[in-house]
């Protein structure tokens, strides 16, 4: 299924109840089964666009579609979150079968598909566990397969490695492309780590500090399987440099305005 | 070349357990009071000695005067403390969710919280007459306080990212209540169930002793009346052992309830 992002803005009220624009005439497509990724500095509203695309925040202008057949029973979206939001009192099981919860079938089905997706992300024989007994990286493993495990025709992930350590993170990211490529969902990927961007996505939409504007789209001339290796290779770094210029006076500018 | 070992700083701050120290004061307490009553300074009429007081339970036990009172008062406070814990927890989700119930309902438990309950008591006996009805409700509306504002705080605490991400697996109104909400409420609810046991057990007594032919608190009262000091102690024993029974009986049950807690 494809996303269709079309001029879309937003304005919304801060404390004192001033408008505040967040976004401004964004416009981009995610192809199916396309990896996307969004970057922009802290502030230009990377995660208020993927909110409003899984349909938790509605834009103030310009519209957000699907384009495709979506069979039933499958939701449009499930979202990964930076701060993992899993559900403390529930283990690692009953959180993956969240989602599955909700779309109604039958409990011995969801525990074979909560069962299936625990496997495929690392998680087998910590079912039992409780969030707070796991490290940061395998309670994303948990948000992941919460995610895959309604099956949606789109992942939307927010940041989501960015909590993890550094070395965690790469481990990460290795494997959400393997997952990737074993099932190919089209997956829209907010981060404002440049590098990971590049190595991950077949596009980097770069985005402008607030109000966001898309300053361009990048495509990624690397093959896929991604391997640790293509990180040295000129299309690698072409394309790192030639975003991190847009961005660079950008978060310069943020920086300063966040001293002032 | 001077070596210099690095200290433990942090060994003042130690905090040990004294796991004899826990017992032996208790009974040091006991053995005291035994001493004190042996002596014969205090006359056994004002202070009787714990090993009467124990003796007397045993001979109030056997006649079975004990077990009435008991039951009772027990049947009173289950009574009165179950019905004022649903009703609480009901409310406080109604105002904790709803923002008409909100509207509603905070200024309401404002404005009735504060009155003492007790003072309570005359009014709900004119209207439930002296039987059971007027203290059960007595209890009930002590216990549906606590129960309801620490609902209510339980439900408001909800983590907001929880509620967006479980509207984002497709969680409609009442998923994300029962999902969301109530769980995030229940170690405030059960902060709420020990306040309301002490409560309910404070306004039982205070029930018997106003107007009661039976239970614990009319045990009290009615053995200072007949100036049957052991019995009135053997009352005070029991109220000890009730409050210290309810408590037990709440942390084990929050340990059923929150295993998330439990297992560090």
């Known amino acids: 299924m494809r996303v269709l992002v079309d001029d879309v803005s937003k304005v919304y009220a801060d404390r004192g109840g001033h408008p505040v624009e967040a976004l401004a005439g964004v416009t981009f497509t995610v192809e199916a089964e396309e990896l996307v990724a969004v970057v922009g500095p802290s502030g230009c509203g990377k995660s208020t666009l993927l909110n409003m695309v899984a349909g938790l925040l509605p834009p103030s202008a310009g519209s957000i579609a699907f384009e495709g057949a979506l069979p039933p029973g499958r939701p449009p979206t499930a979202m990964v979150f930076q701060e993992f939001a899993l559900f403390p009192w529930r283990t690692v099981q009953a959180n993956v079968e969240l989602g599955l919860e909700e779309t109604g079938g039958p409990a011995g089905e969801r525990h074979a598909v909560a069962r299936r997706f625990i496997d495929l992300t690392g998680l087998g024989g910590f079912e039992r566990k409780y969030p707070h007994q796991l490290s940061g990286g395998m309670r994303q493993r948990v948000g992941i397969a919460r995610a895959l495990a309604v099956d949606p025709a789109v992942l939307l992930m927010d940041e989501p490695f960015s909590a993890l350590d550094a070395q965690t993170r790469q481990l990460m990211q290795e494997e959400l492309l393997a997952i990737w490529e074993r099932t190919r969902k089209t997956i829209l990927y907010v981060t404002h780590n440049i590098h990971e961007a590049v190595w991950m996505a077949d596009r980097v939409v770069v985005l402008s500090r607030r109000p966001g504007r898309v300053l361009d789209i990048v495509p990624i001339e690397l093959k896929r399987p991604r391997m640790e290796a293509m990180a040295a290779e000129p299309a690698f770094l072409q394309a790192v440099e030639r975003i991190w210029a847009l961005i660079k006076s950008q978060a310069r500018e943020a920086l300063q305005e966040g001293a002032a | ?264």
């Open chain 2, 1 to 264: 070349m001077t070596r210099l070992a690095v200290p433990d700083r942090t060994r003042a701050l130690a905090r040990r357990e004294h796991r004899v120290a826990r017992v032996l004061g208790l009974l040091a307490l006991v053995v005291a009071w035994e001493a004190v009553t042996r002596t014969g300074w205090v006359p056994a009429l004002f202070l009787p000695s714990p090993l009467g007081v124990l003796a007397a339970g045993a001979e109030m036990l056997g006649t079975g005067e004990l077990a009435v009172h008991l039951a009772t008062s027990l049947r009173r406070i289950v009574l009165g403390f179950g019905l004022g814990a649903l009703g609480g927890v009901s409310v406080g989700v109604a105002v904790g969710v709803f923002s008409l119930a909100e509207a509603i309902g905070n200024p309401l438990i404002a404005a009735t919280f504060p009155i003492p309950k007790i003072a309570l008591l005359p009014l709900l006996i004119l209207w439930l007459g002296i039987g059971e009805a007027s203290k059960v409700a007595v209890i009930m509306l002590g216990v549906f306080f606590p129960m309801a504002i620490n609902t209510y705080t339980g439900v408001r605490q909800a983590d907001p990212l929880l509620i967006r991400a479980a509207v984002s697996f497709g969680a409609g109104r009442w998923s994300v209540i029962r999902k969301v909400m109530l769980p995030s409420a229940l170690p405030m609810i059960f902060a709420g169930l020990k306040l309301g046991a002490g409560t309910s057990l404070l306004l039982l007594v205070a029930a018997e002793m106003i107007a009661a032919n039976s239970g614990i608190g009319f045990l009290i009262l009615n053995a200072q009346n007949l100036m049957e000091t052991t019995k009135l102690m053997v009352g005070i024993v029991l109220l000890s052992l009730l409050g210290l029974a309810s408590h037990w009986l709440l942390v084990r049950l929050e340990r059923v309830a929150l295993p998330w807690r439990a297992q560090a």
